[in-house]
């Protein structure tokens, strides 16, 4: 015989329907807007049933030449996860296993402070020093969000791994760094290639800083796709078009990653 339901696992299938529909929803909406014409995306009626088209997908790689802007994205996001990890890695472990608490909470100061805040004096700085414009601005003002969340997922991490293992290598005639570099650093990998993964997402999606600071040459995804507001009207299907080459290629490495980064995120969560 069949069990019954309990009014609280019903409560949470509902609520884990709505989650997902809330969630895809929006996904789905602008992938399917992306293969119509803008008369279609303003008829309700073609909701659902309508005849696709390609001219807009043709429009953004052909005509707007978003592969040079794939290649900026791909380029800063790279370049700032990369400097993130080699200044981020040893910053972390020199906090966990030094008890620099200090240096932590200002770590976690940087990651609450909101970036809009920092623009104006960056723009200002940027702008004397004749970098505005240029891929260097983009990588250092990336590595504001990239570098803290390095730091912070590998201080988790560090303080996972067990001390025994450095103390016995540090018996054996190591130095700290030796410790490090022959003990921890491998064990850590998993942790590394989390912080890596989360870093380059962050980057990739990050509109605010690319917008200012960006210019024609050096333009991102996230503000290219910009080119299809125009004063008096929006392009949709463009529009829709080019926010799906910038989702999908995020979401396609997020399925395939996600077990490692779950991994990652949750070997650091209890003290070894």
């Not at 600071?213 to 008096?232: C, E, M, N, Q, R």
């Amino acid at each position: 015989m069949k069990a019954r339901r309990t009014p609280y696992q019903v409560f949470r299938a509902v609520a884990l329907a709505l989650v997902v529909v809330s969630l895809l929803a929006p996904l789905v909406w602008m992938v399917a807007a992306s293969f119509k014409t803008n008369v279609d995306i303003y008829d309700t009626g073609k909701a659902f049933v309508f005849t696709p088209v390609l001219e807009n997908y043709s429009k953004v790689l052909d005509q707007a030449n978003y592969f040079q802007f794939i290649g900026n994205s791909l380029w800063v996001a790279f370049a700032a996860t990369v400097l993130s990890l080699i200044l981020g890695v040893p910053a972390a472990y020199s906090m966990s296993r030094f008890n620099m608490r200090k240096s932590a909470l200002v770590v976690l100061m940087a990651r609450v402070i909101p970036g809009v805040s920092l623009l104006v004096p960056w723009y200002y700085v940027f702008s004397n020093l004749k970098l505005v414009g240029g891929f260097s601005v983009l990588v250092l003002s990336h590595m504001f969000v990239s570098l803290p969340l390095v730091v912070y997922i590998m201080m988790g991490f560090f303080d996972g791994l067990p001390l025994e293992l450095e103390e016995s290598a540090l018996v054996d005639g190591l130095t700290h760094i030796g410790a490090f570099r022959r003990i921890t650093l491998p064990l850590s990998a998993p942790g590394i290639a989390t912080a890596g993964i989360l870093s380059f997402i962050f980057s990739w999606n990050n509109f605010m800083f690319a917008l200012v600071l960006s210019g024609a040459d050096t333009k991102t995804l996230p503000v290219a796709i910009f080119d299809f507001v125009g004063y008096a009207s929006i392009d949709w299907g463009g529009l829709m078009a080019a926010s799906t080459v910038v989702t999908l290629p995020i979401m396609v490495i997020a399925l395939f990653v996600q077990k490692y980064v779950v991994s990652g995120l949750t070997a650091g969560a209890t003290k070894g």
